[in-house]
């Protein structure tokens, strides 16, 4: 089984990417579990589109996906929301209109992340529910929300009680993904 796991974050000490590069060690042994970031994504604009296409670091993540059994958005949450280099990448996703579907429809999808804060990302996390609606994945009911990210989630190191946290929330939606095919 392979699932990709995105970060939102594009800070070289993210606790959002380390969240997926742990996501990626805690996986279970059958599944290749492949942290991304969103590096090298532009911004969404119509002219560039329509002057020059789909950007390779487009075209490059929406083959991840599409060759993955599951996605993970593993998001910051910056002032309520999910952050803009994270609603843009899901934008360009969508580009052209008939990409949309085979991007994201029905696609088994779960949503994570991690901030220093007390809530775990949670608002961040509802608020992407509108946009996941229209895009019509297949979501995961399952919340991995880490709060306090700067003690869980040390530079060198994460702690036992997160790790066992990741590994039941991932085995949860590994099942989830096995359920549904
Ligand atoms: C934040 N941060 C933040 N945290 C939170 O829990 N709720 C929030 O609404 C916000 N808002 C917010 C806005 C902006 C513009 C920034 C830059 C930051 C703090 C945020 O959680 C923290 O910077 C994380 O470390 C960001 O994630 P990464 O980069 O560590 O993955």
Redesign the pocket.
Known sequence: MKIVAV?G?L?SE????RLSRLMSELAPPAVELRPLTLHGIPLYDGDLEEREGIPEAVRNLRGEIKATDGLILVT?????GIPGVLKNALDWLTRPGEEMKPTFGGRKTALAG????A?G?A?AQSGALITLRQLGVHLYPGYLRVSK?GESLKADDADDKLSEQVRQWLGGFVDFIKESE
């Open positions: 970060s974050s800070r993210s606790f959002n990417t910051p949450e910056y002032n309520a991690a901030t220093p804060g809530w990302t608002l990210a």
